[in-house]
Each structure stands twice: as structure tokens, then as C-alpha cells.
């Protein structure tokens, strides 16, 4: 069963500083808001993408959008009043609702909220009130227990027309659709949030998820490498994919699906630091459905079983070796479509060209080769 996914993004971010909406700040070379955008499109059970947001600031989000589709829905003064906007436009019998300034859900959480539905009308990723709480007034400090409490997070789902019912009902405005929700009688089943699942709320707040984005990790968590090669061989032809960028010259590389040996290298790379086997398991060239299937699928599956086993790609290195084509000119469109696929700051991606001095097949133009090494964190 598909579902949609509400973005609402039509606060004022007054906290996050003046100026800019902090959902269209820049965090680590891109708006805050697409790596919403991009974390739903990459889901196959996403089908619809709803953005709430305010007036004016239409084109801002399509310039978060980098090709996914989405309905764009001007949002209103409070959450709710965005939230009942984005709602009418639902044709899923399941919806998520999330944070646009919650850049960094996992695949996890929302695989957690997608069971949680079979079960429950509504559910809420959450997180254990750890620290020592009290109320403060004119009287003084009162203590107060957090026993029982919990940090609710977003994405929240919800079977669709059972919040809409809750949303017909509602005659007032809430902080969440939990609140709401509850207000109607609707029963919402809590699954595990993760911390790193944050909402960017204060100035500080950009720079800690920079620092994730980066592969910051907690000191418990564990460094992983995996390497991956692959090899296709060079015919005549109108062009050849590598690293997710088709290249126009008189080659191409033959092979049962796109041929791309540079994601085909990355893509066992990231299987082998998830202990995941390699490529072969998944997609075998055996399987007509893979015949001429682009890359960049296969590297999105690797990342989103390997998220699911609690490996997460920090670092991408890549080597191209061949004599032709010329890699130079497109390393940094090479880059970009690597990072966009795993998720990652460019930065985090590098790619190398090199040749065997005319030696071997590589050297002769018979075929081309690609090594990579991705650095995972386990969690």
C-alpha cells in the first residue's frame, strides 16, 4: 500500500533567527527543506508529496524540489490550518505529516510508523524524557516526574480519513496532529524516534545538523569500510553512464542493466560495510525486470536496506580507471548525483579518474573499471 507524505512548511522560523525561513536556509549546500523532499521521493511507496507552505513562497519550494514532483498547497496563519489544507488534497488511505525542519528522518522511522499502522488508526515516532524536569513560577521551582513522558517527534501517520474526521471536529487550533488527534478520541501508538531525528529550531541547531550530516556520531557508534569493483566492457556506441551521469562519446559499456560501473562499485562498496553481501544478491543479471534498469536504483535500494540494518554512508571515495572518455569535465556532476542518491553532503563524496599507462584492458579501450570504498557508521 502507497502512502503521502504533508511537509509542512509554512512556518516563520522566528527562533532559528531573523531573515530567511530557516526551512529554506541553507544547510550544508542545500535548503533545509529538500532533504524532506528528497527522503520521501526516494521512497517507492511515497507516491505523493504535499508541501503546506505560506503565502508567496511558492517558488522557493520548487527550488528545494531537484526533479521530484509534488503538489504545492498555501498553507494558513496556524499548523493546523496547514496541516487541514494539505490534508484535502490526500489521496492516499494512509498519510504521514512531517517537520520541513526535521532534515534528517530515517528511512527506519518511517518503516516503524508504516507498521504501526496495520494495527492503530495513528502513530508518533517518540523518545523517552531523559533529563530532570520542574515548573518555575512566582512561588519558586517545582519538581516535576517524567515518568511516562515522551518527546514526540514527526513524521506522524495516520489512516487518512480517520484525521479527517478528527480535523472536522477540531474547533480549535493544536500544536500536532497527536493533539489533535487525541482531542477527538483517535488512539495514536508510540514507535521509537531517534535522536538524530531533531527538530532545527535555534541558530545552534544548524551546526549540530551539519555535523550529522557530516557523519558525526555518538561514541558507542561503530566505523565500517566497504569496498566494491566492477568492471564493463567498451563497444561502440552513443555514450556510456557513470556515477549516475551519461556521458556523450562514441562508446558504450555493455551490461545487463545501465552498465554504470561506477554506482555498481559503490553500490557493493555500501552492501559489504552493511554486511549485506553484494550487488549479485539483490539485483541478479539473471532477472530480465533488471535489463537496462538505471543505476541509480540499485545504490538507493543498498542505502535504504542498509539504514534498516543501522548502517548509514558517512564517505564515498570512487577511482574510474580507464583511457576514455574524459572524466574530468564531469567529476562534479559525478559528485553531485552520488551525493543526491545517498543522501550526502557533496562533500562528502570524491571522485578520481585515472589510467594504466596504455597497460591491460583498460589501457587498450577494451572495457572500463571502477573501484570504490564507502565509510558507514553503525549504530
Same mark, same amino acid.
Given at each position: 500500500m502507497g502512502y503521502s507524505a504533508c511537509i509542512v512548511a509554512a512556518g516563520r522560523g522566528t527562533r532559528a533567527g531573523a531573515g530567511t525561513p530557516k526551512q529554506f536556509r541553507n544547510l550544508a549546500g542545500r535548503p533545509v527543506l529538500s532533504y524532506s523532499i528528497n527522503r520521501f521521493a526516494q521512497d517507492p511507496a511515497c507516491t505523493q508529496i504535499i508541501i503546506a507552505h505560506a503565502p508567496r513562497q511558492a517558488e522557493a519550494v520548487r527550488a528545494c524540489l531537484n526533479g521530484a514532483e509534488a503538489v504545492l498547497v498555501e498553507g494558513g496563519e496556524t499548523r493546523t490550518q496547514s496541516v487541514r489544507n494539505a490534508l484535502a488534497h490526500v489521496s492516499h488511505e494512509q498519510v504521514l505529516i512531517h517537520d520541513a525542519a526535521r532534515p534528517l528522518v530515517s528511512d527506519a522511522v518511517i518503516a516503524r510508523l508504516r507498521a504501526?499502522?496495520?494495527?492503530?488508526?495513528?502513530?508518533?515516532?517518540?523518545?523517552?524524557?531523559?533529563?530532570?524536569?520542574?515548573?518555575?513560577?512566582?512561588?519558586?521551582?517545582?519538581?516535576?516526574?517524567? &515518568?511516562?513522558?515522551?518527546?514526540?517527534?514527526?513524521?506522524?501517520?495516520?489512516?487518512?480519513?480517520?484525521?479527517? &474526521?478528527?480535523?472536522?471536529?477540531?474547533?480549535?487550533?493544536?500544536?500536532? &496532529?497527536?493533539?489533535?488527534?487525541?482531542?477527538?478520541?483517535?488512539?495514536?501508538?508510540l514507535t521509537q524516534g531517534e535522536e538524530r531525528n531533531f527538530k532545527v529550531t535555534y541558530p545552534d541547531d544548524f551546526e549540530?545538523? &551539519?555535523?550529522?550530516?557530516?557523519?558525526?556520531?555518538?561514541?558507542?557508534?561503530?566505523?565500517?569500510?566497504?569496498?566494491?569493483?566492477?568492471?564493463?566492457?567498451?563497444?561502440?556506441?552513443?555514450?556510456?553512464?557513470?556515477?549516475?551521469v551519461f556521458i556523450e562519446c562514441p562508446?558504450?559499456?555493455?551490461?545487463?542493466?545501465?552498465?554504470?560501473?561506477?554506482?555498481?562499485?559503490?553500490?557493493?562498496?555500501?552492501?559489504?560495510?552493511?554486511?549485506?553481501?553484494?550487488?549479485?544478491?539483490?539485483?541478479?543479471?539473471?532477472?530480465?525486470?533488471?535489463?537496462?534498469?538505471?543505476?541509480?536504483?540499485?545504490?538507493?535500494?543498498?542505502?535504504?536496506?542498509?539504514?534498516?540494518?543501522?548502517?548509514?554512508?558517512?564517505?564515498?571515495?570512487?577511482?574510474?580507471?580507464?583511457?576514455?572518455?574524459?572524466?574530468?569535465?564531469?567529476?562534479a556532476a559525478m559528485k553531485s548525483r552520488v551525493a543526491e542518491i545517498l543522501d550526502l553532503d557533496p562533500r562528502r563524496v570524491n571522485i578520481k579518474a585515472t589510467t594504466t599507462e596504455k597497460l591491460g584492458f583498460t589501457g587498450r579501450g577494451e572495457g572500463l573499471a571502477a573501484e570504490a570504498i564507502v565509510t558507514a557508521v553503525l549504530s
Open positions: 504501526a499502522l496495520d494495527s492503530a488508526p495513528g502513530a508518533a515516532p517518540a523518545l523517552p524524557v531523559a533529563d530532570a524536569l520542574a515548573l518555575s513560577d512566582d512561588a519558586g521551582v517545582t519538581p516535576v516526574s517524567r &515518568e511516562g513522558l515522551y518527546r514526540l517527534q514527526t513524521p506522524q501517520a495516520f489512516q487518512t480519513q480517520l484525521l479527517r &474526521e478528527a480535523f472536522q471536529a477540531a474547533s480549535t487550533d493544536y500544536p500536532d &496532529e497527536v493533539s489533535l488527534a487525541r482531542a477527538s478520541g483517535l488512539n495514536v501508538m549540530r545538523a &551539519e555535523q550529522a550530516l557530516a557523519g558525526g556520531a555518538s561514541p558507542a557508534a561503530l566505523t565500517v569500510t566497504g569496498m566494491g569493483y566492477d568492471v564493463h566492457r567498451m563497444a561502440a556506441g552513443d555514450g556510456v553512464h557513470l556515477c549516475g562508446y558504450r559499456l555493455i551490461g545487463h542493466s545501465d552498465a554504470d560501473a561506477g554506482l555498481h562499485a559503490i553500490t557493493d562498496a555500501l552492501l559489504g560495510a552493511a554486511g549485506l553481501g553484494d550487488i549479485g544478491d539483490h539485483f541478479p543479471p539473471s532477472d530480465d525486470q533488471w535489463k537496462g534498469a538505471d543505476s541509480a536504483m540499485f545504490l538507493a535500494h543498498a542505502a535504504k536496506i542498509a539504514a534498516e540494518a543501522g548502517a548509514r554512508a558517512v564517505h564515498v571515495d570512487v577511482t574510474l580507471i580507464c583511457e576514455r572518455p574524459k572524466i574530468g569535465p564531469h567529476k
